[in-house]
């Protein structure tokens, strides 16, 4: 195997490399993505009491 043959091996190697890294890094941030979509149940919670909350606020002050 020549010096040549060598070079292009490690060349080949360190692509494959890098490919699956950002496979990998695309992964996680898909991962991520839908995590935030979905949201945790306290969010979800949460968002659903302050917009009682500003419902409330809100025919409270019509009526005033």
């Known amino acids: 195997m020549g010096i040549?043959?060598?070079?292009?091996?490690?060349?080949?190697?360190?692509?494959?490399?890098?490919?699956k890294a950002?496979?990998?890094?695309k992964?996680?941030?898909s991962e991520r993505a839908s995590r935030s979509?979905?949201?945790?149940?306290?969010?979800k919670e949460r968002a659903q009491r302050e917009a009682r909350e500003r419902m409330d606020r809100g025919e409270r002050d019509r009526d005033a």
């Open 27 to 29: 992964d996680e941030a």
């Open 4 to 19: 040549k043959d060598q070079f292009q091996d490690k060349a080949q190697e360190i692509q494959d490399r890098a490919k």
């Open 37 to 43: 979509r979905e949201g945790s149940p306290e969010a």
């Open 22 to 25: 950002m496979g990998n890094a």
